[in-house]
């Protein structure tokens, strides 16, 4: 952690160190200090969709699922490649039972390319069933 605030102290218009400590504080389970560095990274620059898309996962972890779709969809709009992002937009809608939105994400998601393409279609097979 400490790496992460000197690096912060030197340069605090990096997003991505507010995003890397944030990684760090949730793997020691510190989930409300990990979204408040999400959220930092998102003040010092907006159109850094790893900043969305982390504090997605967080809040997804949470159960505050209407906010963790809100956040993945913010992070697809700035990197519409990112097929992480699609499909774990898409398993929160399938815990919300929004099954016609996620399985729309899921089927994004199926790429010949894809390295989420299998995990994705498993996820639309529970959506269709």
Same mark, same amino acid.
């Given at each position: 952690?400490?790496?992460?605030?000197?690096?912060?102290?030197?340069?605090?218009?990096?997003?991505?160190?507010?995003?890397g400590?944030?990684?760090?504080?949730?793997k020691?389970?510190?989930?409300?200090?990990? #979204? &408040? !560095? /999400?959220?930092? +990274? $998102?003040?010092? =620059?907006? @159109?850094?969709?790893?900043?969305?898309l982390? *504090?997605a %996962?967080?809040?997804?972890?949470?159960?505050?699922?209407?906010?963790? #779709? &809100? !956040? /993945?969809?913010? +992070? $697809?709009?700035? =990197?519409r @490649?990112?097929?992480?992002?699609?499909?774990? *937009?898409? %398993?929160a809608?399938?815990?919300?039972?929004?099954?016609d939105?996620? #399985?729309? !994400?899921?089927?994004? +998601? $199926?790429?010949?390319?894809?390295?989420?393409?299998?995990?994705?279609?498993?996820?639309?097979?529970l959506?269709?069933v």
């Amino acid at each position: 952690m400490a790496d992460y605030d000197k690096a912060i102290e030197l340069d605090s218009k990096r997003a991505d160190s507010y995003v890397g400590r944030g990684i760090a504080y949730e793997k020691i389970g510190d989930i409300e200090r990990a #979204i &408040s !560095d /999400y959220n930092a +990274a $998102i003040d010092v =620059d907006a @159109t850094y969709s790893d900043g969305y898309l982390h *504090r997605a %996962l967080a809040c997804h972890r949470q159960r505050h699922l209407d906010q963790a #779709i &809100s !956040d /993945y969809t913010k +992070a $697809i709009e700035l =990197d519409r @490649t990112d097929e992480f992002a699609h499909v774990s *937009r898409g %398993l929160a809608y399938l815990e919300k039972f929004e099954l016609d939105q996620a #399985i729309g !994400d899921l089927t994004s +998601a $199926i790429q010949p390319e894809s390295k989420m393409r299998a995990m994705a279609y498993e996820m639309r097979g529970l959506a269709l069933v």
